[in-house]
């Protein structure tokens, strides 16, 4: 028999073929079909079941983490995985492991940066296992200014070695993932010295524990730095401290496909390549697609749970769902519609990133400043953007998205890092900035921009223009809408740009005005992302109804984007108060028409039970059954009497610890 | 010989009396001292360390609250401290636990509901801990919409007995904290129905563990609904589910201050009794003192290690403090200003209800809705702010916040639950709505609003008026900043009375603009804290230095507020764009002056290191040596090797999982 769905009401008459949108959405259906199946074999494999995570202590779960890995290892070469379908399956896995800084950092730094001697030799052994690394760069005193590294790599000239150093506390390597108890193997960051001479930070590869019984190696302190916000999340992750007391390694060792150091300790470095451009690239738009993917999963259950979950206007069965309160819509639907921007922006920068390469390819370098702003503006903004959506989608939850069984909390705790890795998004909004008032200054010269920012090209135009809106309506439109989040940020680029030009330091008058920065380059990277998701909309899309459900997220993305900056709008003189309130009454509409696909909308993104490992969020919607059954594997409920009563409680209850009253 | 002080500099010629400033904090000299005194004695005592806090299994973690719970009990009666002191020194010892609900619902109730029989038969057990209770009221298909209810209790009148009994899943009680594992009673909220008449939800005294094994009784299914948000916080919570199957209770076990049955089975009920509006003020002026002393906690920790933490701009020792960046400032110093803002408003609050206790002894019931309103919103205000806040102040912190041992992801999860209980926020400011809507029709009336709403009775007024502002510096006048908060809530209040005013069904017009209506009762909080704050620095304030920066914070926390909602003031048409400029600049300003004294004006709050719990909010500032020092702690670190390495790594390395390489 089959079990009852308690959200059949919500999925009855979908507007829109679903299986087109999940098509469209991991990218053909191929790759659509592999998703599925991947998410079928992982959840039936009893290894990777995710019902244990919240009640292991945090060895215990270190331990299962490392039990998943070897899973995830075996199953990936039975079923002959490629290389992205291992990604894939490891994704699916969903366990945050330090095999994940292996896969994501390790190797990709050999590949880069190794020469192909360097590579021959240690790719075959990470690749295989025999070796586990990580990529040691952050110090204790020294996270986003990798140039103030303080860790030291000395060429010792009479056995061709460098004696790497931890001089003091700062020097301390901190927070590097999988440092702690898993790699064998790192790619350390030190000042590389030779005959004299400090030559900047350089990788170097440097064994830390033994291959035959995983002790630490002399020389080396090697740790965890302890728990992290949360108790799923990187609670198996051993973020680590590593300490060097003149560790040697051959010279060889030093990753020399750029700086070299010659056998008799010559220098030598080739002039500054870009073609770590394209990767760099690569990686943002992976963290995009990632921003959409991980919020999707929020919404998708926020929207479940909000569907199922009545409260108030009427007898009880009866209570009105929650999704219906404007409210509900009003923080949950510009999630949903952003879930399906950010993918979209996600796959646009794949796109450009073979455009980077071809460009490279042909020595063309000239949209290269453009590229490597609007992307690391792109990574600031969607990752900001989701770890507050996610932890709004659990807040939208209610009391039950603060249980763990909600699977939000665990999200928020997996997903708020990305703020800070791969650049703190408010130093990469402010190499937007420094990109974007460069760009005011040529636009003074005649010269135009290019890629993304072309539309600065038109600043002028964009300086003067009165939004045309003159009805609600109007803001439903795609020029209206791309207009006037050009129209801010070109104001936005053109009025700092005349405030920093006369400035005589230009880097002060920066760190100045750095709140004004950064307001207009988030101002930038919002146009690109409603651009970018109105050209595709109007691209070919296949499918009954997907492109008219396309055109309404993008609408509910664009509008609602428009209604938070209307602050903006108002004060550089584009709007006029009555078209703001034409904004507010084009949002409210669009809720209304987005609200009967919500859960199918949510449903498209094929997310297994697994996979979201959440209650409130399961497909068939029985949450409070889940929940019940779930709180009696609380390891708590394992005695009726709790540990610690005959010790503590008793004594009080018994009037032992303070005799006060006479016994009942 | 004494440590360090690496904040020595930044405490150099504070501009103000610290003391006088903690005096005033407290609530007097005598107040600030007892806090001090109890927070080193507190800090003193073993058993309250708290450096385990993060390393133990829920089990091993619940059983340490436990013997912090005995010990406190024992220490309160061996120092003699009274109720509020008893209280304050739970407070320092700073772990949430099931007593809480205890001496925070259990007792209250008793002592709000209860005969005066009745008060005198359970009072003193409770009072001993001979027993130990909760508060039942929540189930899990029913929380905000207590009206809904599902349990019930029927009168038995053979027996002169109440048959209490769950009578669905949906109707196992769910939540509520300290029920789980700790209590031996609780109030439960049922259902009262007698001679076939459903007389709505009432609390009932239920046993439901045995005083002598502490055993759950027969028909009573308890337990502890799972792990929570964090790994510390409510980790030591056993938030619980119970479920009764035909439990049954002596009549008088029906909390009878109110409705009454008699033995015969009549109900009876006095017409509405408005003495519980007291309690409720002081319970909100409570919370929003609370949502104050949090956020100076995190703002303690944020602010102090943004002076430690240096990063670019300078050689290794001599980089920039991070607290001179611009951005972290707009972040951080209004959030500073805002846990003063909020710890006046509570100040305030309470002297409120001492004069709504004053009107209900007068018979004088005419400033309830105002009162009721206006608390309810200052509740959903600061609690949400404050929630928010924390997480920024955590995220301020950069990767280091992220750690457990930085206080802040604990706090947070420790904090964020306020703003869903005692009312959830969105709800309260419904309610808050629903008063604004009547005063916008008794405005049309000529009726003019009390109490914190007063500034209404000018609304004509604040309607048609221009920000009089010339210059950023006029920003800085109080009363151009609270006409302008002042016009912004009396313009949505006015615009949305209209609106609501033609409508048919009050409260369907309501649901439909709820946005609205969330954004208007925002407004009208906010113009509330400033107008009050405003009223408390005018007034009479002792000690060296101590009103003018106390005057720097209200206006840093009046123009941050207008800064933040620029978008209403221009919607509305009280400002002008080129107004709006000079708000930023004014903001700016302010940041510059408050920097110099933002350490001294965190550490005016005089935490402790023991009871901030934060490697990086630590008075004399050494962040590293504690960091490192914490990191060896870690559980995971107690063998060099870790537990698990032979079962699934040894196997990998090995290449005895799938043979792929041949060995090293």
Redesign the interface.
């Known amino acids: 028999m089959a079990a009852k769905d308690y959200l059949a009401e919500e999925r009855r008459n979908p507007a829109f073929d679903l299986h087109a949108m999940t098509n469209l959405i991991y990218g053909g259906p191929e790759k659509a079909e592999k998703w599925k199946e991947l998410s079928r074999l992982v959840a039936a494999d009893p290894v990777f079941r995710k019902d244990d995570k919240?009640?292991?202590?945090?060895?215990?779960a270190?331990?299962?983490a490392?039990?998943k890995?070897?899973q995830a290892?075996?199953r990936v070469?039975?079923l002959g995985l490629d290389a992205a379908d291992s990604r894939l399956f490891r994704v699916l896995v969903d366990e945050l492991q330090g095999s994940d800084l292996h896969h994501g950092m390790f190797i990709p730094t050999i590949e880069g940066q190794g020469t192909e001697e360097q590579k021959a030799k240690w790719l075959?052994?990470a690749?295989?296992?025999?070796?586990?690394g990580c990529y040691a760069q952050?110090e204790?005193?020294?996270?986003?200014?990798v140039q103030?590294l303080?860790t030291t790599a000395d060429y010792d000239i009479t056995t061709q070695e460098f004696v790497i150093n931890s001089p003091t506390?700062?020097s301390?390597k901190?927070?590097p993932g999988g440092l702690?108890?898993?790699s064998?193997h790192a790619v350390v960051f030190a000042r590389l010295r030779t005959k004299g001479a400090d030559h900047g930070v350089h990788p170097f590869i440097v064994q830390l524990r033994s291959?035959d019984?995983?002790?630490?190696l002399p020389g080396i302190t090697v740790?965890?730095?302890?728990?992290?916000?949360?108790?799923g999340a990187?609670?198996t992750v051993?973020n680590g401290?590593l300490r060097l007391d003149h560790v040697r390694v051959p010279r060889d060792q030093l990753l020399m496909r750029y700086a070299k150091v010659s056998p008799d300790g010559t220098y030598s470095k080739p002039p500054h390549a870009k073609l770590a451009y394209g990767a760099m690239v690569y990686v943002r738009a992976g963290i995009v697609e990632g921003a959409g993917h991980y919020l999707a999963k929020a919404v998708t259950i926020a929207t479940r749970y909000n569907a199922v979950r009545?409260?108030?206007g009427g007898k009880?069965g009866l209570?009105t769902q929650i999704i219906e309160?404007?409210?509900q819509q009003?923080r949950l639907f510009p999630l949903l519609a952003s879930a399906y921007a950010f993918t979209f922006t996600g796959k646009w920068m794949r796109k450009l990133y073979t455009e980077v390469i071809d460009q490279l390819n042909r020595g063309d370098v000239s949209g290269l400043p453009e590229v490597h702003a609007s992307t690391a503006g792109l990574k600031a903004l969607t990752t900001s953007f989701t770890a507050d959506g996610i932890?709004e989608c659990?807040?939208l939850c209610?009391?039950n998205g603060?249980?763990?069984?909600s699977g939000l909390?665990d999200l928020y705790?997996a997903y708020?890092?990305a703020?800070?890795y791969e650049g703190?998004n408010?130093i990469l909004f402010?190499q937007v900035a420094r990109y974007l008032m460069k760009v005011a200054s040529q636009l003074a010269n005649g010269e135009k921009p290019s890629g993304a920012a072309q539309y600065l090209g038109d600043a002028q135009r964009l300086c003067s223009v009165q939004c045309p809106a003159k009805s609600a309506a109007d803001f439903l439109r795609p020029e209206v809408q791309l207009e006037a989040l050009s129209a801010r940020a070109a104001r936005l680029v053109i009025g700092n740009g005349m405030r920093i030009q006369g400035a005589k330091n230009f880097e002060k008058a920066i760190?100045?005005?750095?709140?004004?920065m950064?307001r207009m380059s988030r101002a930038h990277c919002q146009q690109i992302v409603v651009s970018k998701f109105i050209e595709q909309v109007q691209g070919d899309i296949e499918g009954r109804g997907v492109r008219d459900q396309l055109v309404l997220l993008c609408n509910l993305y664009a509008v609602s984007q428009i209604e938070a900056?209307?602050?903006?709008l108002?004060?550089?003189?584009y709007l006029k108060?009555k078209q703001?309130?034409w904004v507010?009454e084009a949002l409210?509409e669009l809720l209304i028409q987005v609200r009967p696909q919500a859960v199918n909308l949510v449903d498209a993104f094929s997310f297994s039970n697994h996979y979201l490992g959440s209650a409130l969020g399961r497909y068939d919607g029985d949450v409070?059954?889940d929940?019940?059954a779930?709180?009696?594997?609380?390891?708590?409920?394992?005695t009726?009497?709790?540990?610690?009563?005959t010790?503590?409680?008793?004594?009080?209850?018994k009037?032992q610890?303070?005799p006060?009253?006479s016994?009942?």
Request: aromatic share 14%; hydrophobic share 35%; net charge negative.
């Open positions: 919240y009640h292991l202590s945090r060895p215990e270190f331990k299962r490392l039990e890995v070897k290892y075996k070469h039975e075959p052994l690749n295989s296992y025999a070796i586990l952050t204790m005193g020294h996270g986003s200014n103030g303080e506390l700062t301390t901190w927070w702690g108890k898993f064998t291959l019984d995983h002790r630490s740790g965890d730095i302890g728990t992290k916000f949360g108790l990187y609670f051993d401290l009545r409260q108030f009880v209570e309160y404007k409210t009003h932890e659990r807040k209610g009391g603060y249980l763990m069984a909390p705790c708020v890092p703020c800070t703190d408010y402010l760190a100045d005005s750095a709140v004004e950064v900056n209307l602050g903006d108002l004060e550089v003189g108060p703001a309130s507010h409210a409070y059954t929940l019940y779930r709180a009696w594997k609380e390891p708590l409920n394992s009726d009497v709790v540990d610690g009563y010790e503590h409680l008793r004594p009080l209850i009037q610890v303070w006060v009253h016994r009942l």
